[in-house]
């Protein structure tokens, strides 16, 4: 099923252009949505073990061949200014057909490239969550629920489907939010981020100091560290309380360049791989980025039909992977097949020390 025109329209005008006056209610445990069951398939947006018209299409080579596992968390979506809830109910049919529709579609495929793709349904916040009034009287306690599922989901993963394979993190916004959580309690300094490719956490703000062991990388092949970055449109500036990227504006943190990959603060229209469109091309030599005080400001991306839209907005946060959709794409492929070579490297190291 091709993905409507309209639907990816409105996801970006309501995530990111909605006023910040919302229907809200006191948070109370008894209202909280029913928890996951992780060992069901349905609490699963995305499952090797489904079979999936939307993800499937993305694999390049059969799934039971893929070197590495990707473990995706979806941005907020929950996000109707009428809509009173704390937390999405994982049970809401039309809520999850949007996940998959836009996210698993648009966000997650980018990774199916290099791995199989692992993404659990749970109990997002509502996006007035992160702002105040409402993040202090119920958005905090609303974000305990929605990671306590991604705990649990990333737990259950790990006990009946890793077996001791690579793991690539992958988070955009509130996702992105959840993702660095799930490092800090199950990666950081510990014993499973020897397994860890590389964290992908665009849209999110991460401090120079956010992790003890776990580093920005800064070539196109590095491992074992996270990559950042927040995307808006050149010559625009983000507004408190409105726009993801006001967060990172001016703040001391590395910002991943997601056309090079390196320290380069600019990349060139020709060496952009290509933005993925709601048409389902893909549209190479579209932007050039600049990065400056914390962001990546994006040209209006050229060479697409009917990119009205594009032009109309200036908050690119819903783009942050959309428009470096084939970039991403190529360089984690690039981080999976490094990472295996330097484990081959290191074992025959091992292997010499232990003949000698």
Known sequence: MKLPKFLIFISVVCFFGCKTKYSSKEFLLSDVPKTPDYSDLNSWAAHPKKLDSIIDKFYNSPKENLKADVFYIYPTLLTNKNNDSWNASVNDSSHNLTVRNVAIRFQASAWASAGKI???????VHYRSFFEPHKSSGGMDAGVVAYDDIKKA???????????????????????????SLLKEFFDGKELQNQLVAA??????????????????????????YLSWNTFRKNRKPRKNKHPAFYAWKKRQFVTNPISWDESKFGKIEDHKGLFFYDSNIYNKSVFIEIKEGIVWSSVPKGI???????????YHFGDINIFWKDISDNVINRVNNFYNLASENSKISLKSSNR
């Open 118 to 124: 692992y993404s659990p349904y749970y109990r997002q």
């Open 305 to 315: 039909k009917g990119n009205i839209y594009l032009k109309l907005i200036k908050n």
């Open 154 to 180: 990333f737990q259950f993963y790990l006990k009946n489907f890793n077996e001791g394979r690579p793991i690539i993190i992958v988070g955009h916004s509130q996702g992105a939010y959840h993702c660095i």
């Open 200 to 225: 992908y956490l665009p849209g999110s703000h991460i401090n120079d100091d956010e992790f003890n062991t776990i580093y920005p990388l800064k070539t196109p092949e590095g491992v074992k560290g």
